[in-house]
T-cell receptor
Framework: GIQVEQSPPDLILQEGANSTLRCNFS?????LQWFHQNPWGQLINLFY?????KQNGRLSATTVATERYSLLYISSSQTTDSGVYFC?????WGGGADGLTFGKGTHLIIQP | DVKVTQSSRYLVKRTGEKVFLECVQD?????MFWYRQDPGLGLRLIYF???????EKGDIPEGYSVSREKKERFSLILESASTNQTSMYLC??????????????FGSGTRLTVV
């Protein structure tokens, strides 16, 4: 099956710093999402981004599908950004589904 | 916004009990999924369904079954709970991309402890 690798596994930053999280995947995909898992365990969808660039406030994401990687940028970090960030992909085209394959996540800690 | 609701946030059950985890979505999504999340093992797909009464095994279906009698509801069943099924269970729903889907939406999760 498809492999998803995220880096770095852990990241500790001071409040106000910028960060870049990377996701590499081993095959072409039709779905790529970035999630933030909050302290209560819920997965919050940040971006649906199988290709291209999107921005939402201090967060932005870029997926270069031809080179099989995606980047999540967090600018001006706040303590509430702490948590685990997951990249997840799916390969199925057309109807139905295969389920998302998740990377192991990046554990981000923002210190005040 | 699509809402995916899981019936319980925390659950404690005894070994051997039959356990039902319920998930309901309110946006007419065709696809529904059950994952479990464990430290060191990440998120793993248990079962999914792409239509009413349809089900597909995921990566770790052993010890579980599912039911989808209505489009909006997808139930995960632990036929005889065991301690190794203590985990965080996450439900999700989606529309296929060719039907205008824009990704998976997850519920808030159920932390199940089997004692």
């Amino acid at each position: 099956g498809i492999q998803v690798e995220q880096s770095p596994p852990d990241l500790i930053l001071q409040e106000g710093a910028n960060s870049t999280l990377r996701c590499n995947f081993s095959d072409s995909v039709n779905n790529l999402q970035w999630f933030h898992q909050n302290p209560w365990g819920q997965l919050i969808n940040l971006f649906y981004i199988p290709s291209g660039t999107k921005q939402n406030g201090r967060l932005s994401a870029t997926t270069v599908a031809t080179e099989r990687y995606s980047l999540l940028y967090i600018s001006s970090s706040q303590t509430t950004d702490s948590g685990v960030y997951f990249c997840a992909v799916e390969q199925r085209w057309g109807g139905g589904a295969d389920g998302l394959t998740f990377g192991k996540g990046t554990h981000l800690i923002i210190q005040p | 916004d699509v809402k995916v609701t899981q019936s319980s946030r925390y659950l404690v059950k005894r070994t051997g009990e039959k356990v039902f985890l319920e998930c309901v979505q309110d946006m007419d999504h065709e696809n529904m999924f059950w994952y479990r999340q464990d430290p060191g093992l990440g998120l793993r797909l248990i079962y999914f369904s792409y239509d009413v009464k349809m089900k597909e095994k995921g990566d770790i279906p052993e010890g579980y079954s599912v039911s989808r009698e209505k489009k909006e509801r997808f139930s995960l069943i632990l036929e005889s709970a065991s301690t190794n099924q203590t985990s965080m269970y996450l439900c999700a729903s989606s529309l296929p991309p060719d039907r205008g889907g824009d990704g998976y939406t997850f519920g808030s999760g159920t932390r199940l402890t089997v004692v």
